[in-house]
């Protein structure tokens, strides 16, 4: 059976309705809120502008990394929810199934539309997104990029491979590493993500 992504939006959207006290919305094994998205990305670009032009591409990293490790953890939860088991795992043949399943909430959670145009078991993934979130703030905000500027969903794509063929959680996390070859953010059709094994880990 194919991933149906509409049937698991569904699921999130009747799951969401039940909220604590304090917003927290308690779902697919995890403790989900909402969060405008100019907020985050308010954060997340002016953190990388305080930073400054000598540290900048630490500031990324650091983004990159925090998405990477959300969604490892994030992701862990979702897949050992009861949601999962009842409203996903049914749709799920094989193991490549279970990164459409993970792309599904996430377009479920708003996190855009993604879109797993290419994967490579254990090698390589590609995920595309044509309306990123993050892509469309940044326009919003300051313009035209000078570089890639999707770095919720550039760790997020590491994630999901890190989760499938990274090995036993939690010792999987950053065994795979991906980058944007394509940003709406700087001008392209799309945003476009390739996860591969990172090449800074010796025992990848
Ligand atoms: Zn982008």
Known sequence: ??????????????????????????????????CATQYYNKLSFDFEEKMGKKRESEARTLLIGAAQECGYATFQGIRDSWEWKQVVAPMIENKEDQILGFAAVAVAFGWGDLEVEELIPGEKLIIRVSDSYEARGYL????????????????????????????????????????????RAKGDAYCEFIARKSSHRSDA
């Open 1 to 34: 059976m194919a991933i149906d992504g509409t049937k698991i939006i569904h699921a999130v959207m009747e799951g969401s309705k039940i909220r604590e006290s304090k917003g927290i919305i308690p779902l697919f094994g995890v403790y989900l809120s909402l």
């Open 140 to 183: 919003e905000q300051h313009g035209l990029a000078k570089s890639e500027k999707c770095y919720m969903l550039r760790g997020v794509a590491g994630a999901f491979m890190d989760l499938i063929y990274g090995g036993d959680y939690p010792e999987g996390l950053y065994v795979f590493s991906a980058s944007e070859t394509l940003c």
